[in-house]
């Protein structure tokens, strides 16, 4: 509540429930003080049959979250000895001591399911709940460990199962999501809406969703013709924007493009300047990116290009490093020295400083070899610095999937 | 609420009112249907003085904030000309034809103040409301576009004066954020809560807030002694925590570490392997990076290794590529070639394959280079794919800042 760090729980938690059939009514952020808490979960009692609680669970004395609700539930805390002993495996498998705080997390209230934590020391808590005003049906109370990295692994595999378990979906409900990059928002729009309209009629919902260098479409329909409607959306969809369809769901552009080398047995170099690093750090992210990815040269400076890379001095100066010639230097160098079968390089002005009237912040050349050819493609990507490093990484990797897919 | 948006305003807002002294006792989302909004509204009017709702405002069917609140509130609409000229003015400046259901928007609850909207065309409006439960004097609720580039201009230059005007902060109010990085949460507390607990007694409030590799410190206090129990506790911190201590409020690592650099005019150079260029990605982050950041040398290959930074086929055969000899052999490379003042090198494994026995995933040695002098550190950091990157990048950004400040 002090505004220092960002929630992301809401987005991910209501993106999950959503894409399982669930209905999120209200969030709500209390500060950390006992009457706020208890206040925000006995209303949320009233008012939901299934309610899910973040943070708080951890072993430092603001952590009240498991006592308070234990408090409101009348449920007595006891130690429960498997939780105690994951706690010191954890301590012990890093060689690190055990501070006596840490115990507090083995506490359960009485009649809790246990979900243990993989990735770190606060089990979840799992408790029945009476039933909400105009239920009938008792509800479910979880409480989640607050770290992300805590959290998702321990909704998807613990939580998740046990929710639809208890709150069975008693129509059919599908949800597909088919993620496009290259095309805007309303051109998604204007393609596909009039296409749709009669799903649409029919009870289909489309949502769009833009986000830095790509645009998600979303489908969701409810009830016995679910599955045919949403099918029947994705190939009228898919026969109107075509290759600009990278994915579907949660797939990211940087796992498409390392499955395709993988499926190809193929390899890429990288040669960044403005990115410095970020297109490199999407395909490291994903598993197994080690197979394909030959080496990234990370060349910011004008030595750095002519050092690692072979970039002449001459084209430095008659071209400026933002420049196509520059890109096709780059490319060329990192192309030879790793022996790769794709090659990319980016070079650009991220800002604030650094533009010109010639060339304003922004402007970026990328290009792309593989065998002989090499392809150059200009872009101006006038955003701050973040943005900036996203869409350019998102233009680079479509450049790389359209090439190995040979769509150009 | 379908998890498609991720919501910034609370951090933003929350920060804001934090900043100037006020305590935001709850944030609460709801989707836009009418009971949903009407519902949240009214049990704010009954619980704070002070309101803030954001979005709703603008030109669609699903934009119904403003009609809401004018009826719960008693309130007709009326068209504003000044709001409906600005509207005109607005889309005739861009050239575009003005739709019609853009009226809307001019549509002013009786008696609201009208924030003109520089960045848009829904205006803000503020009205008075009764007392909360608890309060003797008459409440005020703000409304404020959606869209951040129109919310926060319109916030920090019309809404804020008017709320400290309505609202003066009546006694000081003081917040001080330390970050450490290389300790524990449970460290940090059990080191500081005993020789902080007088400040405590009288009426500071301490937070801690662990992230990977980071523990956040957060001393609040109000009151004619806020500010020197703050001072007082942040002194009692520093000298316990010392040099774990990086950065206050919002410094991030990476920000400091090319401060420094930047003050002593160095450099510094990046051999990669298993971060995948994180590091370089965080470094870059940071505007003017370019002028401390000499290169990174992202390889992850064995033959990238040999080709760029030199490293020697019997060391690799000898140790393997996570090995202390590879990783002192690829700084040495690194550094060579760029003539940087730091060169660092990270090779470790981030998993989920590759581990072994000896050498399980999370293994990690890091070696940091200045001069003659090479530090090698090994790690085991067991966690997935991104926070591995995380912590690891963490640990080599520290390993160099107290390298810079000779803290060693």
């Known amino acids: 509540m002090l505004g220092r760090v960002l929630n992301t729980h809401q987005q991910w938690l209501c993106r999950q429930l959503a894409d399982r059939g669930y209905v999120v009514s209200r969030q709500v952020a209390v500060d950390d003080c006992g009457p706020a808490i208890t206040g925000a979960v006995e209303e949320s009692l009233g008012r939901a049959e299934l309610i899910l609680v973040t943070g708080g669970l951890g072993p430092t004395s603001d952590d009240r979250t498991r006592d308070l609700i234990a408090g409101l539930l009348a449920r007595s805390l006891r130690e429960d000895p498997s939780v105690l002993a994951h706690i010191e495996t954890f301590f012990s498998g890093r060689g690190r001591p055990m501070p006596a705080s840490t115990c507090v997390q083995a506490l359960v209230p009485e009649g809790a399911t246990v979900l243990p934590n993989a ?104 009830g016995l013709q679910a599955q045919p409607m949403v099918t029947e959306a994705e190939e009228i ?31 890429v170099a990288l040669a960044e300047s403005c990115t410095g690093g970020f297109i490199a750090h999407r395909l490291t992210n994903v598993p197994g990116a080690s197979a394909v990815f030959a080496a990234g040269l990370l060349t910011y400076s004008n030595e750095a290009k002519q050092t690692f890379l072979g970039v002449r001095a001459e084209t430095l100066a008659a071209n400026g490093a933002v420049s196509e010639a520059v890109a096709r230097e780059m ?31 922004g402007t970026v050349f990328l290009a792309l070899a593989s065998g002989r050819k090499t392809i150059v493609l200009k872009q101006f990507n006038p955003f701050d610095r973040e943005t900036f490093k996203q869409v350019t990484s998102q233009q680079a990797l479509n450049l790389l999937r359209r090439k190995i897919l040979d769509l150009d």
Do not use: W
């Not at 369809?245 to 047995?265: C, F, H, N, P, W």
């Not at 022996?339 to 002005?349: E, K, M, P, Q, R």
């Open 331 to 361: 490319v060329k160098g990192v192309g030879k020295k790793t022996g790769a079968d794709y090659a990319l390089s980016v070079t650009g002005i991220a800002g604030p400083g650094g533009g010109s009237v010639e060339k304003p912040v």
């Open 237 to 267: 969809t898919r026969s109107l924007l075509r290759d600009s369809i990278y994915g579907i769901d949660d797939e990211d552009l940087a796992t498409v493009v390392v499955r395709l080398l993988t499926e190809r047995k193929q390899s």
């Open 119 to 222: 990735h770190g020391t606060a089990p979840g808590l799992v408790l029945d709940t009476p039933s909400p005003t105009g239920s009938t049906r008792p509800g479910l109370l979880v409480m989640l460990p607050g770290p992300p990295r805590e959290l998702r692994p321990m909704f998807l595999e613990q939580a998740a199962p046990l929710i639809l378990k208890r709150f069975p979906r008693e129509v059919p409900f599908v949800c597909r999501t088919l993620k496009t990059t290259g095309v805007g928002e309303s051109v998604v729009e204007e393609r596909i809406a009039r296409p749709l309209q009669h799903l649409v009629a029919a009870g289909l919902e489309i949502g769009y969703c833009a986000r830095s260098g790509e645009v998600d479409v979303r489908f969701v329909a409810n």
